[in-house]
Nanobody, 124 residues
């Protein structure tokens, strides 16, 4: 059974930092591209960042470019999202997802595996 488990969310002040983790099990993690998404209350889910299976290619939403960094450790079956200079508009539930197709990840559609999410709240 495939599981993606996010952790590292919490409450932080504007300008602060958090590092999210997504631990994968039940799949050959190094064969999957992974991504982070977020969904704020009353809003649609949006793409945040993606990384190729090797870590050599990354994509970011314009809203987080320069502030967030996605990385992965295939030996630990884990993908990370380092979030710096956080803003109140970054408040959302953050989800990780995995799929063999890197190009499919930004759309968020029909991805193979999803985690349950972790709440990030940025206070002003």
């Amino acid at each position: 059974q495939v599981q993606l488990v996010e952790s590292g969310g919490g409450l932080v002040q504007t300008g602060g930092s958090l590092r999210l983790s997504c631990a994968a099990s039940g799949l050959t993690f190094s064969s999957y591209a992974t991504g982070w998404f977020r969904q704020a209350p009353g809003k649609e889910r949006e793409f945040v960042a993606a990384i190729s299976w090797s870590g050599g290619t990354t994509y970011y939403a314009d809203s987080v470019k320069g502030r967030f960094t996605i990385s992965r450790d295939n030996a630990k079956n884990t993908v990370y999202l380092q979030m710096n200079s956080l803003k109140p508009e970054d408040t959302a539930v953050y989800f990780c997802a995995a799929d063999r197709r890197l190009g499919a990840i930004p759309s968020g559609s029909y991805l193979a595996h999803w985690g349950q999410g972790t709440q990030v709240t940025v206070s002003s």
